[in-house]
């Protein structure tokens, strides 16, 4: 009997250790790095993420086809609209925004992976446990693989692959994470930006998030 509580004992505690999905932090900063497979794409950009005002601010650099690029773009989900700023020239280029706002989080259906220390487990402050995830998004016409990994305290991300049959797999790493905005102001149009008028050309496609890279 005793053998028996113990074992239940130790199965619940295992059961409520198991790492479970989570949401990212709903204020975030950072820098992240793009990569990816096919295309030759090589990108880092300071990012602002606000969940809940459905707002992302990337100020990216980087090189695609051996040639450099920098663009400077406000996502206002909410609104439907984009802002491609120019800071130096003092420019704005306003456009629609057809996609939907996708948080930072792991989603309640994929599949746990494991769980690891990144660094040493050694000491204190020497390593960071984090959880890596799988699993599928259905997109419009197609389904995309996705691998992901976030810090087991905190949901903190760290990096995600992404895989489709068109791009082959694009890697994102997350560094430099501070939780809140370390600048609000990025999140709002600059004044030069206040007549910008809606630009949509009958030929283009309208600009969705995973168009910019």
Same mark, same amino acid.
């Given at each position: 009997? &005793?053998?028996?509580?113990?074992?239940?004992?130790?199965?619940?505690?295992?059961?409520? $250790?198991?790492? /479970?999905?989570? #949401?990212?932090? &709903?204020?975030l900063t950072g820098t992240v790095s793009v990569a990816t497979q096919k295309e030759n794409l090589m990108a880092y950009a300071k990012y602002t993420y606000d969940a809940l005002g459905q707002r992302i601010r990337l100020r990216e650099f980087g090189s695609y086809d051996n040639k450099s690029f920098h663009f400077d773009v406000l996502l206002l989900f909410q609104k439907g609209v984009m802002y491609k700023i120019d800071k130096k020239n003092k420019t704005c280029c306003k456009k629609p925004l057809k996609a939907d706002f996708h948080p930072l989080a792991i989603p309640e259906d994929a599949n746990l992976l494991g769980q690891v220390v990144l660094g040493s487990s050694s000491g204190p402050g020497q390593g960071?446990?984090?959880?890596?995830?799988?699993?599928?998004? $259905?997109? #419009?016409? &197609?389904?995309? /693989?996705?691998?992901?990994? *976030?810090?087991? +305290? %905190?949901? *903190?991300?760290?990096?995600?692959?992404?895989?489709?049959? /068109?791009? %082959?797999?694009?890697?994102?790493?997350? +560094?430099?994470? *501070?939780?809140?905005?370390?600048?609000? $102001?990025?999140?709002?149009?600059? &004044?030069?930006? /206040?007549?910008? $008028?809606?630009?949509?050309?009958?030929?283009?496609?309208p600009a969705t998030f995973f168009s910019l890279f």
């Amino acid at each position: 009997m &005793r053998a028996f509580i113990l074992l239940v004992f130790l199965s619940a505690s295992c059961l409520a $250790q198991r790492p /479970k999905p989570c #949401k990212s932090p &709903r204020l975030l900063t950072g820098t992240v790095s793009v990569a990816t497979q096919k295309e030759n794409l090589m990108a880092y950009a300071k990012y602002t993420y606000d969940a809940l005002g459905q707002r992302i601010r990337l100020r990216e650099f980087g090189s695609y086809d051996n040639k450099s690029f920098h663009f400077d773009v406000l996502l206002l989900f909410q609104k439907g609209v984009m802002y491609k700023i120019d800071k130096k020239n003092k420019t704005c280029c306003k456009k629609p925004l057809k996609a939907d706002f996708h948080p930072l989080a792991i989603p309640e259906d994929a599949n746990l992976l494991g769980q690891v220390v990144l660094g040493s487990s050694s000491g204190p402050g020497q390593g960071v446990l984090v959880n890596s995830w799988e699993g599928e998004l $259905q997109m #419009k016409n &197609r389904t995309a /693989k996705y691998i992901s990994t *976030v810090t087991e +305290f %905190g949901c *903190v991300p760290i990096t995600t692959m992404f895989h489709t049959s /068109k791009s %082959g797999w694009m890697v994102t790493s997350f +560094f430099n994470n *501070v939780i809140g905005l370390v600048e609000p $102001q990025e999140l709002n149009p600059p &004044r030069f930006c /206040k007549d910008a $008028q809606l630009e949509e050309e009958e030929d283009e496609d309208p600009a969705t998030f995973f168009s910019l890279f």
